[in-house]
């Protein structure tokens, strides 16, 4: 079984129109992360979450909003979907002690085309 | 702002040899880790191999090693004996943040491809 799970792993959708992309993890880490994918530009740090009550944008957090449901939920919400919004979605976790201390895992991605 | 720059944006090399990918950053921090990830056509990240820039010792994993030269801020992968499977883009992180609160900065990747 898939240690960080992300639903739906493609979806299609029109500008303006509300989406949410969910990220559930079994690893029990505390530590969530969404990133966003472009071609030629790696990834780059949407928003993050050390735990349920401490969430913080990272680079691009322009046009999206998160929400932790729980330790193991992580939901990232594009309110009004534009075209240039269309990428590659990942969420990670981490762990904060062990051997793989700083050491993010990550979920299948989630391809969002915007029309 | 933390930077990571990988100067090649495509690699190939044929099966059996070896490829090293390069990695320099920029941080203003003490202590922090470096990351490769893999990232096959299945668009999975995995990690390759990671690296503590306390620890001078270069990181290998089976046919993956690293070079490190933290004064020089580079982290180069090399891959040897390189195989069919390799086939993929490759991203170097480094963590930024400081203490125990992190996060990682990627660079823009390098696609490598293996030919038969």
């Known amino acids: 079984d898939a240690d960080v799970t992300q639903t739906p792993r493609n979806r299609i959708t029109k500008t303006g129109k509300r989406i949410m992309l969910e990220c559930s993890q079994t690893k029990g880490h505390d530590r969530m992360y969404w990133y966003r994918q472009d071609p030629g530009l790696g990834l780059r740090l949407i928003y993050y979450s050390f735990d349920v009550k401490d969430i913080n944008k990272g680079e691009i957090s322009d046009g999206y909003s998160v929400s932790r449901q729980a330790q193991a939920k992580f939901s990232l919400s594009l309110e009004s979907a534009i075209p240039n919004q269309t990428a590659l979605y990942f969420c990670?976790?981490?762990?904060?002690?062990?051997?793989?201390?700083?050491?993010?895992?990550f979920g299948p991605g989630t391809r969002l085309t915007v029309l | 702002a933390q930077t990571v720059t990988q100067s090649q944006p495509e690699m190939s090399v044929q099966e059996a040899e070896t490829v090293t990918l390069s990695c320099t950053y920029d941080t203003s921090e003490s202590n922090y880790y470096l990351f490769w990830y893999k990232q096959p056509p299945s668009r999975q990240m995995i990690l390759v191999i990671r690296q503590e820039a306390y620890k001078q010792q270069n990181a290998t994993e089976n046919r993956f090693s690293v070079n490190f030269q933290k004064a020089a801020k580079s982290f180069s992968l090399k891959i040897s004996d390189s195989q069919l499977g390799d086939t993929a883009m490759y991203f170097c992180?480094?963590?930024?943040?400081?203490?125990?609160?992190?996060?990682?900065?990627f660079g823009k990747g390098t696609l490598l491809t293996v030919n038969p």
């Open positions: 992180a480094v963590t930024t943040g400081g203490g125990s609160n992190y996060k990682l900065t």
């Open positions: 990670a976790t981490s762990a904060t002690s062990g051997n793989h201390y700083n050491e993010q895992f």
